[in-house]
């Protein structure tokens, strides 16, 4: 199973950008998307963005033109993009791995947005 860390959270000032990365052990064998979730208290996780094994990007409507998703294939690890940060976009943010039989996830990193 791979395993994920995410990194990069923290305090941010509204209007401010933030780079979250996710370190894999590797990246899956075969078919695989490397997504971004984000989860509130009380509330279900939400899908934000994820990049294919081929690089086609696919993003929540809600995020799109702020966010970025990309990845550093030798490394292997993945990163997102967070511009004009909104206290909207206080969560945890996860990072996970599907490939055609298996998911992982990460421990999740908070991003907490506040003047």
């Known amino acids: 199973q791979v395993q994920l860390v995410e990194s990069g959270g923290g305090l941010v000032e509204p209007g401010g950008s933030l780079t979250l990365s996710c370190q894999a052990s590797?990246?899956?064998?075969?078919?695989?998307?490397m997504a971004w979730y984000r989860q509130a208290p009380g509330k279900e996780r939400e899908h934000v963005a994820d990049?294919?094994?081929?690089?086609?990007?696919i993003y929540n409507p809600s995020v799109e033109g702020r966010f970025s998703i990309s990845r550093d294939d030798a490394r292997p690890t993945i990163f997102l993009l967070i511009d004009s940060l909104t206290p909207a976009d206080t969560d945890v943010y996860y990072c996970?791995?599907?490939?055609?039989?298996?998911?992982?996830w990460g421990q999740g990193t908070q991003v907490t947005v506040s003047s």
């Open positions: 996970c791995s599907v490939d055609t039989t298996d998911d992982s």
């Open positions: 590797e990246y899956p064998s075969g078919y695989y998307v």
């Open positions: 990049i294919s094994k081929f690089g086609i990007t």
